[in-house]
């Protein structure tokens, strides 16, 4: 991605630092490219910085160092209302004092729109928020989902092509996210925007975006299509951030092409996939999805495999989540699907473990 | 829910049919009531203590003050046989009062006097003419001439008129008289002075006002009857009474004496009361004094509050005073006015001070905030003062101005002892009223507002008037309230940097509750004040909503 030629780019932050009190950058060195259309998340533990990306995007931040672009050009030093950009808050900041018409009508109104346009527009709007009977409510008759829907509307009733939206279904609960975390990539779709979205709700993130950016410690750690960012993490950090996730620390013991030997701080030997490694003699932190680990393995002569002992068994219907000790850790988890042949484990048992190299990632220590 | 009513309606004979009723089969309402009740009732015990404090010393004044601005019981307490007579009198024709009014005041006047209770009177009579207090007074000074004419004549008759004994003898009970005798100083309280049996119907007017004079003694002057001479309004009395009646079959003590009495008072020399007053002081032949007396002879009165809106009474009806003598209803314009400049400026200062502490960082805007509640801190009349020296001709800005030759030597402005140097002082007194609401106001209101606002594509401009300040509209209120009511009643700025021109009609109230002493004109005037502030109120009710009124 980070090939991806900046001239294209919809979007482009490029060298951006932002510091607030002059002593620490918030954000370091970001390199974020997004093109026309794309449905992107900033993901992160709180205080890793997204939000002040999102403010320094929409003008409400100014960056210490580097460019932001937008359509190529650089928009470093125009104000927040000439930016044309949509947005939509956490706290939804609907106009208290306006009814849901007028506050969709503040927009086309300070675009200095005629009244039918107007009307018309409010109207398309709120009808594909499926809110078209709230017009004359005010806000704070409105329920929370109702109030996102028509923060929504207001952030899209001006057509913009770029929409940022900062937690939005934050203060939200499940089943309503859902529904809206649907509506929401559904609409950002057929209308063709480009989305810049943001989360700390790792599962919004991998099942709206078309790419997740992670964020930790004012960098990206990784910027990938939800399935790869699970499947292939570039470092122990989102490793560990984005879905369950057993880690294993140890010292590459040989490496060979797309296979390493890792010696375990146990003492174990384990086959991995070097990813951050690339030379004998480091550290490193091996990764392991808790689905990718099989159980009395049926693999080659020369694998390794790790013996385990059962310390708790669950049974949570669809998967049997199985905790083991291994190599001298007890939260070393196993996911196995519930099928009729399959193994179940009773405390205090002795099992050996073992997978497939590729599965198991040997990346930066910490 | 049927069945459970079904079978508790026999239990009870109020349960109407379909009523839900409670275990005890009374109806649930009724139950529910008297739990809610008994609670209330706990609630109110507990906080009935601070109730009534508050009650009494909240409202009480409040309701003393309307009362006062009414009431006007002085006169016909002071002078009940005057006021009693005049009520026959019609005061259009221009004639005088007849001999009895005279006579009544003769008497009211003279037991008044002795009580010194006239020169209050007559305090209170001038405040609606000039003239009335010195009158008074100067008549409780000479009323015993009136007096002296029967006394003389009684004495010279027999000297036991004018000794004490007899006297107590005469009037008072023989039981009473026995005990009154036997009484000494270490016994205590003097036994109290009973009339003799008939002599009310004997001797009417001299049995009422040696009574009188028997009630002032013993109990107001804690004197002894068989030592003290009545007043000679008693003689007079006496003369009255024996010329009017017959006393020939009187036979109890002192009988002698009366009788002579009685046959020598037909050839004494007499003097009628409107005579003898007319020679006190020739104002009681004046018409317009008795129609002053008579005006204001009704228990309660509309003349403070006439006052209090530059019109008078006059025996036509409520007149307007002539334009020369109207000073309210200007003072109470001046007063809404300057109010209102004075709200306004308030507005204009305070709003973008108020803006700056809800936006400032914590720390620079609690130092702001010192800064603000600084004047809380500092004398009132040091600031004010300060205010003195600043703008008077001499002073700071005056001196700056012509230095920087902006203003010549010779024609320095004047910007205090007028309505510029009171709304300046006052502006900057009250400030901290609308800072506060204002400031917690706009606390309340997140940033992101204005964020959204110019996301949306306001300008600066746009997004603050649109958004921010119909959300700060509920400060404004509440400080201009704030404002607008304390200004409304301020006094001691306004005295002291007001000048003539600047004065507020609290410095009125003022000047007549510490300086008149007419405390039911300041009354009137304060209740008048205090409902134009209670309309106002409504209208603001009215037109704003005060539920759109907050504090935080
Ligand atoms: N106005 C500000 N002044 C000073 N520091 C700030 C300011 N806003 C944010 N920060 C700091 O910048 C860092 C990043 O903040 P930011 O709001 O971007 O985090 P975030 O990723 O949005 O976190 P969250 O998920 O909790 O919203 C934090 O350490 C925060 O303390
Ligand atoms: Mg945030």
């Known amino acids: 991605m980070t090939d991806m030629a900046n001239q294209d780019a919809f979007v482009a932050f490029e060298r951006v630092q932002k510091s607030y009190d002059g002593e620490t950058l918030v954000v370091k060195d970001l390199n974020l490219s997004m093109p026309k259309g794309e449905f992107l998340t900033m993901l992160g533990p709180s205080g890793s910085g997204k939000t002040t990306c999102l403010m320094m995007l929409a003008g409400f931040e100014t960056a210490t160092h580097g460019a932001i672009k937008l359509d190529g050009v650089s928009i470093n030093d125009i104000s927040p209302h000439k930016r044309g950009i949509g947005m939509v808050f956490q706290n939804y900041a609907l106009f208290p004092h306006m009814t849901v018409a007028e506050n969709l009508s503040f927009p086309l109104e300070v675009r200095k729109m005629g009244k039918s346009d107007r009307e018309a527009k409010i109207k398309r709007a709120l009808d594909m928020v499926q809110m078209g009977a709230f017009a004359g409510r005010r806000p704070t008759q409105l329920s929370g989902g109702q109030q996102q829907r028509i923060a929504l509307a207001r952030a899209l009733v001006f057509e913009p092509e770029l929409v940022l939206m900062d937690e939005p279904l934050g203060a939200l609960d499940k089943q309503l996210r859902e529904t809206l975390q649907f509506e929401i990539t559904n609409l950002a779709h057929d209308l063709g925007i480009t989305v810049v979205y943001v989360t700390h709700d790792q599962t919004e993130a991998l099942t709206m975006s078309d790419r997740v950016a992670v964020f930790d410690d004012g960098r990206i750690q990784q910027l990938a299509p939800p399935d790869e960012l699970y499947e292939k993490p570039q470092n122990s950090f989102v490793a560990q951030f984005i879905g369950e996730n057993n880690a294993l620390d140890g010292t590459v013991q040989d490496i060979s092409g797309d296979r390493c030997t890792v010696r375990l701080d146990s003492g174990d030997l384990i086959d991995a996939l070097p990813v951050n490694v690339s030379k004998s003699g480091e550290k490193t932190r091996v990764s392991i999805r808790p689905e990718r680990v099989e159980f009395n393995p049926q693999l080659g002569p020369d694998a390794h495999t790790l013996e385990a002992e059962v310390l708790e068994f669950v049974y949570m219907g669809d998967v049997f989540r199985t905790r083991l000790r291994v190599a001298g850790r007890d939260d070393f988890v196993v996911k196995t699907r519930n099928r009729a042949d399959q193994v179940r484990c009773a405390p205090g048992e002795k099992v050996r473990i073992g997978w497939l190299p590729e599965d198991c990632r040997a990346l930066d220590a910490p | ?552």
């Not at chain 2, 009857?225 to 109890?252: C, F, I, N, R």
């Open chain 2, 1 to 552: 829910m049927t069945d459970a009513t079904a079978g508790a309606v026999p239990a009870s004979k109020d349960a109407k049919p379909g009523q839900m009723v409670a275990a005890d089969g009374r109806p649930l309402k009724e139950s529910l009531n008297r739990a809610l009740r008994l609670q209330k009732m706990r609630a109110l015990m507990l906080i009935a203590p601070l109730l009534l404090f508050v009650l009494l010393t909240f409202i009480a004044p409040i309701a003393d003050m309307l009362f006062r601005s009414v009431q006007n019981g002085i006169v016909s307490e002071t002078l009940p046989r005057a006021t009693a007579g005049l009520s026959d009198w019609d005061a259009t024709t221009g004639d005088l009062p007849d001999e009895s009014v005279y006579e009544g005041l003769y008497y009211d006047l003279f037991i008044a006097a002795e009580r010194k209770l006239h020169t209050r009177l007559g305090s209170r009579l001038n405040y609606e003419m000039t003239g009335m207090s010195s009158l008074f007074r100067q008549s409780g000074r000479s009323l015993d001439d009136i007096g002296d004419v029967y006394f003389d004549q009684f004495k010279d008759l027999d000297k036991n008129w004018d000794e004490a004994e007899p006297w107590a003898a005469l009037m008072g009970d023989a039981d009473w008289l026995q005990e009154m005798q036997a009484w000494k100083k270490a016994d205590g309280e003097m036994p109290e002075f009973e009339l003799a049996d008939g002599m009310e119907k004997l001797l009417p007017r001299t049995a009422e006002t040696y009574a009188a004079f028997a009630v002032f003694a013993q109990v107001d002057e804690g004197k002894s009857l068989l030592k003290e001479e009545p007043w000679v309004l008693v003689h007079t009395a006496l003369y009255q009474d024996l010329m009017a009646k017959d006393v020939s079959g009187y036979s109890g003590p002192q009988a002698e004496m009366l009788k002579a009495a009685d046959a020598a008072v037909s050839g004494f020399e007499s003097v009628t009361f409107k005579d003898g007053m007319n020679a006190i002081d020739d104002d009681w032949l004046s018409h317009t004094v008795w129609q002053t007396i008579k005006t204001y002879s009704p228990e309660f009165t509309n003349g403070y509050f006439l006052n209090a809106v530059d019109m008078q009474k006059t025996p036509d009806g409520p007149e307007f005073r002539s334009e020369n003598q109207r000073i309210y209803g200007l003072l109470f314009k001046r007063t809404m006015f300057m109010s209102l400049m004075i709200t306004g400026s308030c507005i204009l200062l305070g709003y973008p001070v108020a803006w700056l502490l809800a936006n400032l960082p914590m720390r620079t805007a609690n130092l702001l905030m010192i800064l603000v509640l600084l004047p809380f801190w500092t004398s009132l009349l040091v600031r004010t003062s300060a205010w003195k020296v600043m703008l008077q001709q001499q002073g700071v800005i005056n001196d700056v101005l012509v230095w920087l030759g902006l203003v010549n030597d010779a024609d320095r402005l004047v910007m205090i002892n007028n309505q510029f140097g009171t709304i300046v002082a006052m502006t900057h007194i009250l400030l901290p009223f609308m800072i506060l609401p204002l400031y917690s106001v706009m606390q309340t209101i997140p940033p992101s507002y204005l964020r959204a606002a110019k996301s949306l594509g306001a300008t600066n401009w746009t997004a603050f008037w649109r958004v921010y300040f119909p959300q700060s509209v509920p400060g404004i209120g509440a400080g201009s309230i704030l404002v607008f009511i304390l200004s409304i009643g301020y006094y001691i700025t306004p005295e002291i940097v007001g000048g003539t021109t600047g004065t507020f009609i609290s410095n009125r109230i003022a000047y007549h509750i510490s300086s008149s002493l007419n405390w039911g004109l300041a009354a009137a005037l304060g209740t008048i004040l205090l409902a134009v502030v209670l309309g106002l109120y409504w209208a603001y009710d009215k037109i704003v909503g005060i539920d759109n009124v907050k504090l935080g």
